[in-house]
């Protein structure tokens, strides 16, 4: 399980919640897929791979299977993996957000520019965008 010989550099990396057998992997670079998921029991192959095409600043998985990344020009993306992979985007009303972070429960997503804190409730079973609880 090495990406180093791709020329990648990975920035964050984070175990599943939920199955600690996978986790999932993401690099500032602007490549087309910078978002990798391994499984631990068969570290040959990734098995996602996906991206916007911009470098990830901030990943965080939730309890409830969605991966929320923000990119390198301060957009959320949220990503459902049985939803072929298209994300759902969202930027901040004042500056690009700089990192979002799930609540342990999977249910509140918690985002931070440089001049505001936003928390989202957000439906567990899928990544619609938001409203502020």
């Known amino acids: 399980m090495e990406e ?63 991966i929320t990344t923000t990119d390198v020009d301060g957009v959320i993306d949220c990503w459902k993996l049985d939803d072929n992979l298209i994300p759902v985007s969202w930027s901040s009303s004042s500056s690009g957000f700089q990192e979002a972070r799930w609540c342990q429960s999977g249910a509140t997503l918690a985002a931070v520019s440089s001049h505001s804190l936003e928390v989202y409730k957000m439906p567990a079973d899928r990544c619609v965008w938001p409203r502020k609880p």
């Open 4 to 66: 180093s010989d791709k020329g990648l550099s990975c920035n964050e990396v984070h175990w599943n919640p939920c199955d600690p057998m996978l986790f999932v992997v993401a690099s500032k670079d602007n490549y087309k897929s910078p978002i990798k998921i391994w499984d631990v029991r068969n570290n040959q192959n990734v098995l996602y791979e996906f991206g916007n095409g911009k470098g990830v600043s901030s990943l965080s998985w939730s309890s409830s299977g969605l």
